[in-house]
């Protein structure tokens, strides 16, 4: 059971290049997160995507991109990787958005992103 | 806006002492409430989560949360700990409105367990 299913787990980038965080779902969920992690910040949405066809930006969308490619996938594109964007990100699914969710989300297991 | 704090960065427990993780919310409307924790190197995963219904829930492995919405808080709390749940704790707090998504989740607390 792969649950959130991630990759590269790990990279490093220089400063200006480009690179697609990939990451696939099995389990029938509607929705789908980009999370970016930072000591003593917690978790910050970047987008997400409440069914397959929709994306929305979350907390922290700037040089960000995103795909939902189809109701398995959800890509985030870094189109010029700038050192700020030096984090651990997470890909992460739920049933659905909707009035009154209360939703457990799932998530993978973290993608070490350095840009240097 | 909506918020979540947790009080406390880190925590450092004995082993077999109880241990209580605060997280407070800030919300006019009602929420859903959750517990999610994430060992070294792994992502997250649920806890324990509070919907409606009796304010005291429980997880499988001991640690138990109560919903008080007077106080708007949902701390964590476990009566003896174990050095397996040295982990950071993330409480956080959803709901829809005029089809606006919020899940928002605190900046975390770590829990190390010492022997």
């Known amino acids: 059971n792969a649950g959130v299913t991630q990759t590269p787990k790990f990279q490093v980038l220089k400063t200006g290049q480009s690179m697609t965080l990939q990451c696939a779902q099995d389990m029938n969920h509607n929705s789908m997160y980009w999370y970016r992690q930072d000591p003593g910040m917690g978790l910050r949405l970047i987008y997400y995507?409440?069914?397959?066809?929709?994306?929305d930006k979350g907390e922290v969308p700037n040089g960000y991109n995103v795909s939902r490619l189809n109701k398995r996938e959800f890509s985030l594109r870094l189109e010029s990787a700038a050192p700020s964007q030096t984090s651990v990100y997470f890909c992460?699914?739920?049933?659905?958005?909707?009035?009154?969710?209360?939703?457990?989300?799932?998530f993978g297991e973290g993608s070490w992103l350095t840009v240097v | 806006a909506q918020s979540v704090t947790q009080l406390d960065s880190q925590v450092p427990v004995f082993e077999e002492a109880p241990v209580e993780l605060r997280c407070n919310y800030s919300s006019s409307v009602s929420v859903y409430l959750f517990w999610y924790v994430q060992y070294p190197n792994q992502g997250l995963q649920l806890l324990l989560k509070y919907l409606s219904g009796s304010t005291l829930v429980e997880s499988i492995n001991g640690f138990e949360a109560e919903f008080n919405k007077s106080q708007t808080s949902f701390h964590l709390r476990k009566p003896s700990v174990h050095i397996s749940d040295t982990a950071e704790y993330f409480c956080a707090v959803s709901r829809t409105t005029s089809g606006t998504y919020k899940y928002i989740f605190g900046t975390g607390t770590r829990l190390k367990v010492l022997a």
């Open positions: 995507s409440a069914s397959e066809g929709t994306t």
């Open positions: 992460a699914s739920s049933e659905a958005i909707r009035r009154g969710s209360g939703n457990t989300i799932y």
